[in-house]
């Protein structure tokens, strides 16, 4: 008779894209299955809240369509023909095909890209250590923060705030762009221990009325891309009616006396125009954050993925500077603590190796470099092979109609390292399978916590599952590429990462599982000063001086109009606004079952979500003779897709929310909403504008 398994319970840490970075305790059965997956009750930030998806983890980990071996297409790209072959033979078809695309193109025609499908350390950029070695095209990752970091650091000099978990000491939580309880559910734990113990106030702004703010006791609902205007007439009344702090003005701040003569022409009725909102809630706004000295601006993503996105978060990180609340504690304002790790990885993604002359070339821009856009492609060769890990970009990067193009090009070499048949994979030439969280070491940290967080394997991958430090260091083996890191373990690089960055040693990390590594609340409150050397806040950023430094240790250099961006924070008029032939502003929002494209496959998620469907405002669905369930096209210079409408009071009128990076098939044409969004770099440092986008509408007959 078997005994029934013992159970035990690990720690571990969630890998997903999340600012949350949860702490977990996931139930082990054996050496090969897990149960239920938990939130760590004893990691402060995460305190014992996951969200649902990570939860049931059981379920993709475990799920019967993972990939379980290495595959080679048999039939024409993205026909889904595939057949098994081994490992051997997978890394020495790459290495053949590589060596001779190198051989005809340069070493530039091949194109490593990677995102953060998982956010451990090793696993995710790793990749680099071989584009450096083989001196391959390399790779500025714009997609998610090049707006929004920015735009936070122009003011304070450095990104990084109060300790997150002072949310809970605040009187005021203002939640901005972010659905949190969608996508970084730990903010609302936080926020609401404000409201039960103190009787904080929660405030949401949003452009349209999400679960996130169906939680608010006060809700602005705004039109996208124009938060820059709201921050302006609320500092406006702030030095109109004696609620701007001048002590803390004048200590702290670089132009106060010119910020305050600036604003004089952007008032509430001026702010009203411009967003779409009241005067009665913007002056109710101002009076509260003006009263309040302990309020926490936590300002997410959402609103940055505007074409005047940097101008936008700066502006909403002014308010904090302008009522002082900087210097209380549960006040300021906080976006990502990126820059309280100091995390360093030389060695490990073999910046030694690394030639400036190389070429980088922009994720965001696939479909262009794949499609031949000299721009694009730095006037360089065309991209001719591509190893992609962690990253889907055949359903998440803008441009679609462009990139699907680029992944069908015949003489296109893709390898795709993936732990399920995503719309990528689908589309490759070789497609690897890749373990999962589970089953590799690595390290974490959270953009939305302050923890240092180490998590072993647990379990045996399933299949011939291998990790991507596996296969970045078999294919440099096989392509002759050297450096020390290929030849050491996952473990070793933990450790040497650790090392470099001046962190607690991987012993110390094992032990005690995570580390907390907030500052003190004088360095957090810039209470001596912010990280510009004058220690003055910015009201008038010096937009090329932000240390924005990404892509291989290097700044990423400017880009889009930032030459014209406004001196003081405004409303800077650089959106795709609505015109004659494109009446309606688009955002795609995410989905609160899906993480980016993934979960995507689970069928929990998938019933959860339901289809794609564009919310619209009843006036605007009366006007076009839409009604619920009714199949809409929307459409622009970029392409149209066809999805079912979905009549919602809760947006303003001309403004459309499609949720979710559902798969392109998902749609009722095959082409999913990527096929709507841009890739034109906005300013200063590029991205991707992904709720910025004019469309028309018609219904489908
Ligand atoms: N469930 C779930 N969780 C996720 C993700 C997911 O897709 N699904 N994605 C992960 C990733 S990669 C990231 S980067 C984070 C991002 O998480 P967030 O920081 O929450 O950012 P977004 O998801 O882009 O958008 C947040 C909100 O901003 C709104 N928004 C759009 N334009 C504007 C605007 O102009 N002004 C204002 N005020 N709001 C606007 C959107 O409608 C959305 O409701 O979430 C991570 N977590
Ligand atoms: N319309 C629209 N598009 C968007 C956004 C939006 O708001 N709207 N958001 C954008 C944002 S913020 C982001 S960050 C991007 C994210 O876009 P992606 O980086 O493409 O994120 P995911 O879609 O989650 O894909 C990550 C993939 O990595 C794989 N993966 C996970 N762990 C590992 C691993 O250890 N090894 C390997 N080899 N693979 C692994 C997963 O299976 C998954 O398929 O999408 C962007 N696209
Ligand atoms: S909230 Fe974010 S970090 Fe936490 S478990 Fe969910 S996806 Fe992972
Ligand atoms: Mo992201």
């Known amino acids: 008779m078997n005994a029934t398994p013992k159970i035990t319970r690990h720690p571990s840490v969630c890998p997903h894209d999340c600012p949350s970075a949860c702490a977990l305790d996931v139930e082990v059965i054996d050496g090969t299955t897990i149960g239920r997956v938990y939130g760590a009750r004893d990691q402060s930030y995460t305190a014992g809240v996951i969200c649902a998806k990570v939860a049931r983890y059981a379920e993709r980990i475990h799920h019967p369509d993972r990939l379980l071996y290495p595959l080679k297409r048999t039939g024409p790209k993205g026909s889904r023909s595939f057949e098994r072959i081994s490992w051997d033979e997978a890394i020495a078809t790459i290495?053949?095909?590589?060596?001779?695309?190198?051989?005809?193109?340069?070493?530039?025609?091949?194109?490593?890209?990677?995102?953060?499908?998982?956010?451990?350390?090793?696993?995710?950029?790793?990749?680099?250590?071989?584009?450096?070695?083989?001196?391959?095209?390399?790779?500025?990752?714009?997609?998610?923060?090049?707006?929004?970091?920015?735009?936070?650091?122009?003011?304070?000099?450095?990104?990084?705030?109060?300790?997150?978990?002072e949310m809970a000491k605040a009187d005021c939580v203002v939640i901005w762009g972010t659905n949190a309880v969608a996508t970084q559910v730990n903010v609302m734990t936080h926020a609401i221990a404000a409201r039960k113990e103190r009787g904080a106030k929660i405030v949401v702004i949003d452009i349209y009325d999400n679960a996130t703010m169906q939680q608010a006791d006060m809700a602005l609902c705004l039109r996208p891309g124009t938060d820059g205007a709201l921050a302006c007439a609320v500092m406006h009344v702030l030095f109109r009616d004696g609620l701007a702090d001048w002590d803390y003005l004048e200590r702290y701040t670089d132009a106060p006396r010119e910020l305050e003569a600036h604003l004089r022409t952007r008032g509430p009725e001026w702010g009203a125009r411009i967003t779409g909102l009241s005067v009665a809630q913007i002056e109710a706004f101002a009076h509260l954050v003006g009263q309040t000295k302990r309020t926490f601006f936590r300002l997410g993503y959402g609103f940055s993925r505007q074409r005047n996105g940097a101008v936008n978060m700066h502006a909403a990180s002014c308010i904090a500077a302008v009522t002082g609340a900087w210097l209380h504690e549960g006040g300021g304002a906080f976006h990502n603590n990126g820059h309280i790790y100091?995390?360093?990885?030389?060695?490990?993604?073999?910046?030694?190796?690394?030639?400036?002359?190389?070429?980088v070339l922009d994720q965001s821009q696939i479909g262009r470099s794949l499609t031949g856009d000299a721009e694009a492609l730095k006037g360089g060769p065309p991209v001719t092979a591509m190893l992609i890990q962690n990253t889907n970009p055949m359903s998440v990067a803008p441009e679609q109609a462009l990139v699907a193009q680029g992944f069908a090009r015949e003489d296109l070499f893709t390898v795709v390292h993936e732990q399920f048949m995503t719309e990528t994979a689908a589309m490759a030439d070789i497609v690897l399978p890749a373990t999962m969280f589970l089953e590799h070491d690595d390290i974490y940290s959270g953009g939305g916590h302050q923890y240092v967080e180490f998590a072993g394997k647990l379990i045996d991958p399933p299949g011939e599952c291998?990790?991507?430090?596996?296969?970045?260091?078999?294919?440099?083996?096989?392509?002759?590429?050297?450096?020390?890191?290929?030849?050491?373990?996952p473990r070793a690089l933990i450790a040497n990462i650790l090392q470099e960055s001046g962190l607690p040693s991987l012993e110390t990390l094992e032990k005690v599982n995570w580390v907390d590594v907030q500052p003190d609340f004088e360095a957090s409150h810039y209470t001596r000063g912010?990280?510009?050397?004058?220690?003055?806040?910015?009201f008038k950023p010096d937009w090329p001086a932000v240390p924005y430094v990404k892509a291989g240790g290097k700044s990423v250099g400017l880009a889009g109009p930032w030459a014209a961006m406004p001196t003081f924070p405004d409303h800077w008029e650089v959106l795709e606004e609505a015109d004659a032939d494109h009446p309606f502003r688009l955002a795609t929002s995410p989905a609160r079952s899906f993480l980016n494209s993934t979960f995507s496959e689970t069928a929990s998620a998938r019933k959860r979500e339901g289809r794609p469907e564009v919310l619209i405002h009843p006036d605007d669905a009366a006007g076009l003779g839409v009604a619920?369930?009714?199949?809409?096209?929307?459409?622009?210079?970029?392409?149209?897709?066809?999805?079912?409408?979905?009549?919602?009071?809760?947006?303003?009128?001309?403004?459309?929310?499609?949720?979710?990076?559902?798969?392109?098939?998902?749609?009722?044409?095959?082409?999913?909403?990527?096929?709507?969004?841009?890739a034109d770099s906005p300013a200063p440092f590029g991205g991707a504008a992904f709720h910025d986008n004019k469309v028309w509408v018609k219904r489908e007959v």
Not at 342 to 359: I, M, S, T
Not at 469 to 486: N, R, S, T, W
Not at 668 to 675: L, P, Q, V, Y
């Open 342 to 359: 100091g995390w360093k990885q030389a060695f490990h993604e073999g910046h030694a190796l690394r030639d400036d002359n190389v070429r």
């Open 95 to 165: 290495a053949r095909e590589f060596t001779a695309r190198e051989a005809r193109h340069g070493a530039q025609t091949i194109w490593p890209y990677y995102y953060a499908g998982t956010m451990g350390r090793v696993m995710r950029d790793g990749i680099n250590r071989l584009t450096h070695a083989k001196k391959y095209s390399r790779f500025n990752g714009t997609i998610c923060t090049n707006l929004a970091w920015p735009g936070f650091i122009a003011g304070t000099g450095k990104l990084a705030g109060p300790d997150p978990r």
């Open 530 to 538: 912010f990280a510009w050397p004058d220690g003055k806040f910015r």
């Open 466 to 489: 291998r990790s991507n430090h596996d296969v970045i260091a078999a294919l440099a083996k096989a392509l002759g590429a050297e450096h020390p890191g290929f030849g050491m373990t």
């Open 628 to 678: 619920s369930g009714d199949r809409v096209r929307l459409g622009n210079a970029r392409g149209s897709v066809v999805v079912h409408a979905k009549v919602f009071e809760g947006v303003q009128r001309g403004v459309l929310v499609c949720e979710g990076v559902w798969p392109n098939a998902c749609f009722i044409e095959g082409r999913g909403i990527n096929t709507l969004t841009g």
